[in-house]
């Protein structure tokens, strides 16, 4: 009955994609990390990373498309 309504809040809401992002790690807390990307540093929470992966000598994080604008 409202299968259309589950399928485009699932599938086309923009704030649900998450996307590797190259990062360089600043500095590191017991909670966060402190990444230059873009040449624009920001904090970001462990619990929000969900991979980390190293990919041709460049540390990747996987995160919400919308933490790093």
Request: proline residues 1%; positive net charge; without cysteine.
């Amino acid at each position: 009955m409202y299968y259309w309504l589950v399928y485009n809040f699932f599938f086309t809401d923009p704030r649900q994609k998450k996307i590797w992002v190259k990062v360089r790690f600043v500095h590191e807390t017991e909670k966060a990390v402190l990444v230059l990307f873009e040449g624009r540093k920001t904090w970001i929470a462990k619990s929000r990373i969900d991979k980390i992966r190293l990919r041709k000598g460049d540390f990747e994080v996987y995160v919400w498309k919308s933490m790093v604008g």
